[in-house]
């Protein structure tokens, strides 16, 4: 099998980047169509604004509704050719880069992603989430490219809530985990083909800089700064995990975090606060060793991310193995990326490895 990796063309990162959007930009189109939702479009709307016409960019601005569904894209993408715009800017979360993705691709056009948060690892990749009007998961658009450019301000980010920064963490712990057991397995990957060795040594460096950076990197967004910390842990959760997963591959981890959307107690979490219980699922699941684990959950307490069930919100009632076997076999549905796990796994030892690491979770808390 073919060695496959891949990553955006430009990735720029940096305090008060976002007044540089400009000189990048002009490199690919010279009159941009830019969506924003109302709070984002406020916060950085000038800024982009007087960037682009800075260096002669001609910018057209548009209010997203919130909802990346097919209706939203289709709305946009109207709008976009009153203007006859050459190209996309997307600001904001995952849903506003996700919905600016989906209108490049369809209109063929360069696109440029600017996320205010870093929470996940998803603005780097060549995917959107699609969602109904009614925001329930409809299909995943897989594109034959990365985003042209993403824009990291890492002095908008510093002053986002720091649980998203650690969200952001909680995303990023499991991409080195993952990315060995899908290098081990020679499984394919969203790339389309076996790792590389660098993806793997970028995931294994993303674990690595989470380690060193990640409690300094909480305290100094907690003060609202920017520090090396935090700028080292913005990359790790955006680049270093971006390319680490999407090169490398997915296990156990985001399958379990999957298997625990089933359970309503679990929606107040962030997908990495999920994710982050799912690593230690899965280093229980591949019995990792003691020091492994360990340092896993002296990382998880530092920063503030979930090691039992009861902080995922999951009550021990008389009705816990019934939902922790419905996780369980939510985890290993056909298709699911534990299947790349190196050894074949099921709901039973799914359903042995949540409720060991749970005990593991509430003995560390101890």
């Known amino acids: 099998m073919l060695k496959v990796i891949q990553s955006p063309s430009k990735y720029i990162q940096g305090a008060n980047a976002l007044q540089s959007i400009g000189q990048y930009a002009k490199m690919l189109a010279n009159n941009y169509f830019v ?14 604004g007087s960037s682009l016409k800075q260096h002669d960019v001609e910018g057209h601005f548009a209010l997203f509704g919130g909802e990346c569904s097919h209706k939203e894209i289709n709305r946009l993408i109207e709008e ?7 190209g996309v ?3 904001g979360g995952g849903k506003t880069l996700d919905t600016a993705k989906a209108i490049a691709f369809y209109q063929k056009l360069p696109v440029l992603v600017v996320p205010t948060i870093a929470s996940t690892d998803a603005p780097t990749s060549a995917l959107s989430v699609i969602y109904s009007e ?14 042209d450019m993403v824009v990291m301000d890492t002095a908008i980010i510093a002053k986002a809530p720091v649980r998203l920064l650690v969200a952001g963490m909680g995303d990023a712990l499991s991409t080195y985990f993952e990315a060995q057991a899908c290098y081990d397995a020679h499984a ?3 790339a389309g ?4 060795l660098a993806a793997v040594t970028l995931a294994r460096l993303c674990y690595e800089t989470l380690l060193e950076e990640g409690y300094k990197a909480k305290l100094a967004v907690e003060a609202g700064v920017a520090t090396t910390a935090v700028e080292r842990i913005v990359e790790a959760n955006t680049y270093l995990s971006g390319i680490g997963f999407e090169s490398s591959g997915l296990a156990a981890a985001h399958a379990i975090h999957n298997g625990f959307t089933v359970l309503e107690e679990c929606h107040h979490l962030y997908h990495g606060e999920k994710v982050a219980f799912g690593t230690l699922t899965q280093l229980v699941l591949q019995n990792s060793s003691s020091e492994q684990i360990e340092t896993v959950l002296d990382f998880c307490l530092q920063v503030g991310l979930p090691v039992t069930l009861k902080e995922m919100g999951v009550k021990a009632d008389d ?3 019934e939902k922790i076997m419905a996780v369980a076999k939510a985890s290993c549905a056909e298709g699911e990326t534990i299947h790349n796990m190196p050894f074949k796994v099921t709901p039973e030892q799914v359903f ?15």
């Open 193 to 196: 083909g076996e790792s590389t």
């Open 319 to 321: 009705k816990l193995e």
């Open 35 to 48: 969506i924003a939702d109302d709070f984002v479009m406020k916060l950085a709307g000038d800024t982009v």
């Open 134 to 147: 009614e925001g329930e998961f409809e299909e995943y658009l897989m594109y034959p490219t990365n985003p």
């Open 188 to 190: 394919v990957s969203m």
């Open 89 to 91: 800017i997307g600001i």
């Open 80 to 86: 976009l050719k009153k203007h006859g715009c050459k």
């Open 352 to 366: 042995a490895a949540i409720l060991a690491a749970d005990r593991l979770g509430q003995a560390w808390l101890k």
